[in-house]
């Protein structure tokens, strides 16, 4: 008898209720309740992290001074790209921009400079997101590389539109780039009436939580710069929390159900994840934040990674409405052109790049296969690209132009 016995036999009990007990899952519903308790912390997060970069960046006039010393095409870029990555929202920046141009405190030509560094400067979110999986090596490989596919595509875009645009601008009686012109071709022929901006909806239902961090910072803080600084710490800390407890929760039980949906629906071909982008950005008015969410599916595997760059693509096309209605706000030929310029640049990025995706997917693909051996590489990018080579950018620019 004692022959027969084995350790794990003896280790615990026999008692079969022990078992059941010992195999027992969180009921779907319950995960699915946790997902959405995640799911609107970290939405809150990246309001309050708005709030607080935006609290920070107006009592400091930092988004006007940012754009002051625009008419430099390049300083013009690369102060899109710092701003965007202040505010945490292209779709604010874009809005702004097409504000001051129907306001005349920004150029037209300045105007759609910017705009592209806005595409480039939405992106640090998603590497911001990214290195909260960094303990998980084969997730952050993943989430780091769906955010590299959203940094790539802007990035190679950018590099072809902008310097046709400022060539061909050079060469045109009126500084009007190709894409500028065509913009206001469109502005042209479409009369829209003026309407007014409708509210985000996610920002109505996180407005409670934003509002009370709002209220803790000015309570803390006895001045508007350090309330700001204040406020971004804490969304910036929720949003890792919300994003660890989500990352969790997706590789349990929810993750089983959810997985065959996404695969067989949503994500099962290139337009409908194109589709999913454009739809889910136009009703959160956000790229921000359909991008990040991208961002933990992927790295859970719940969407593959050839599927991620569609969607970005369709991200990107659905946070121009912002831009478009702020134009019908503010219904100025210039306004309208720059916002249709937005949407230009989106459509040609995509008409570029999709046919040869292989290229953003290996580029992608290899650094973040680097980034999840060696993680320091993952943090020189998201402050080479997003911080340094802006900053050395407009220094350099602004050294040249003062010693003409």
């Not at 337009?271 to 956000?286: D, H, K, N, P």
């Amino acid at each position: 008898m004692l022959k027969n016995e084995s350790p794990s036999s003896s280790s615990y009990p026999a008692d079969p209720a022990f078992s059941r007990e010992e195999r027992r899952e969180v009921p779907a519903w319950m995960r699915g309740l946790y997902a959405g308790a995640c799911l609107y912390l970290f939405l809150a997060a990246l309001n309050i992290l708005g709030s607080g970069l935006g609290t920070f960046g107006g009592d400091s006039d930092f988004l006007v001074r940012a754009f002051a010393y625009g008419e430099n095409p390049f300083i013009a870029l690369l102060a899109g790209v710092l701003v965007t990555m202040v505010v945490q929202s292209s779709s604010f920046t874009s809005a702004l921009i097409v504000t001051l141009v129907a306001s005349g405190e920004m150029s037209l030509g300045t105007g759609v400079f910017a705009i592209m560094g806005a595409n480039i400067g939405t992106a640090v979110t998603g590497v911001i997101v990214a290195l909260a999986n960094i303990r998980i090596r084969r997730n952050f490989r993943r989430s780091f590389t769906a955010a590299l596919l959203h940094d790539f595509f802007n990035i190679l875009t950018v590099m072809i539109v902008f310097p046709v645009e400022w060539l061909t601008g050079l060469a045109h009686e009126t500084g009007r780039g190709v894409f500028t012109q065509a913009a206001g071709w469109l502005s042209s022929l479409i009369g829209l009436e003026e309407v007014a901006r409708p509210d985000s909806p996610v920002k109505v239902v996180t407005a409670p939580v934003v509002n009370g961090a709002d209220a803790v910072g000015g309570w803390l803080m006895p001045t508007p710069t350090g309330e700001g600084l204040l406020v971004a710490a804490m969304g910036l800390g929720l949003m890792f929390i919300a994003l660890i407890f989500m990352v969790q929760n997706l590789r349990g039980a929810l993750l089983r159900h959810m997985d065959g949906l996404f695969r067989t629906y949503f994500f099962r071909t290139d337009s409908r994840a194109y589709g999913v982008g454009v739809v889910s950005t136009v009703l959160v008015q956000s790229s921000t934040i359909t991008s990040s969410l991208m961002v933990p599916l992927a790295g859970a595997g719940v969407v593959r990674i050839r599927r991620v760059l569609p969607f970005m693509m369709g991200a990107n096309l659905g946070t121009t409405v912002t831009s478009v209605l702020a134009a019908t706000a503010n219904p100025i030929a210039a306004a309208m052109t720059v916002a249709l310029f937005h949407v230009i640049f989106n459509l040609t990025g995509t008409a570029i790049w999709y046919p040869l995706r292989r290229i953003p997917l290996k580029l992608a693909l290899s650094y973040g296969d680097l980034a999840g051996r060696k993680p320091r590489y993952a943090f020189l990018f998201l402050f080479g690209v997003f911080l340094v080579i802006p900053l050395l950018g407009i220094g350099a620019t602004e050294l040249l132009v003062s010693q003409r």
